[in-house]
């Protein structure tokens, strides 16, 4: 018998046979004898690494407002604590947030109430003493151009320096506050960067847990458990740094307003408030909440402002060098040093806002890299 064969078209590419992975281009070819299990897991990370990437873009292209969504997720993730005890009283999500964020804007307001005449009252008290403090003023800028200073043998005339540094601070105030319009809009972008950041903080605080599953599902399903204990430490990791930042906040408060109140200074209670809440600011917060107190001391004389001054300073300084480092080293587990290269490189990079994240995001990079280092290396970091 004759065997039938139905011959195949060699020149056909459509009905070819699928190319050997040796003639394929070498990363193709690697990709295609490369085990199913371990392509997933390559996909899986550049998907996570692509979906960081447009996440990073987005932090970018909204980088004016940032510092609402900031502030904004750092009361969500505040209040956690409180909404958990609240929904276990049986009150809903919701509602538990809610009553959270009606007890935060009462207590903003009462600051509000509190601070706000002491600074009427000052500023009142300094309008009506600023003649005699600008006589003063001229009298010694008058004296000093009119002589000229010896030092080290070397006549240095200040007469030029004064007038110019005069009609800069002219300029720079005519320029900064005479413009009433820009004023307004100064205002109403700061009403709408506080609103926005209650909205980001009651939006993130209701989809907490979702938040969570999100960042979840784009790492690798080999690695989630890592991400379940590195996101365990991180969370202890910023709730110990706030618990620090509040301590060394309130202790600066509670002594500046001891101080006030020793040095005579009216409404001590308010100035030691203000000093508390501003030393939430890394480093810079102390001495610019001992800003409103050496004007009300300056209300009271030039040596009562010296005194105050120099009170302050020595209650940051002691704070700062001494129970700083020690509740922020528990707390992140950094070196000194390391804190502040971070607290520098946030300064340069975001300001204020970028001293509030750099110790935080540099306590996260050392979590990281004690998880990943052994793990690498076989050995402990």
Known sequence: MRTLSHPRPADNPQESEPKDPEHLPAPVAVAWSMDPHRRRLYLQIAFGLASALVAILVLYLIRDFLGAFVLGAAIAFLIQPAIHRLTELGLPRIVAIGVIFIAIVAALAGIILLVVPLGISEVSQLQSQAPGLAAQAQHRISSLQGSPISIFGIDINLASSTEAVSAHLRDYLLGQFGNAVSIGLTALTTVLQILLMFIVAFLLALDAQSVRRVLRRLVPNDYRTDFDQIWRRVRRMLYAYVRGQIIVAGMIGILSGVACLLLGLP??????????????????????????AVLVGLAGGP???????????VISNVILNFVYPKVMGDAVRLPPLLVIVALIAGFSWAGILGMFVAVPLAATLRILFDHIYPRLYEKRA
């Open 303 to 313: 040596l009562k402002a010296l005194l105050v001054a120099l009170a302050y300073f």
């Open 267 to 292: 409404d001590a209670v308010a100035l030691g408030l203000i000093a508390g809440i501003t030393a939430i600011i890394p480093y810079l917060g102390p001495f610019l909440g001992a800003i409103p």
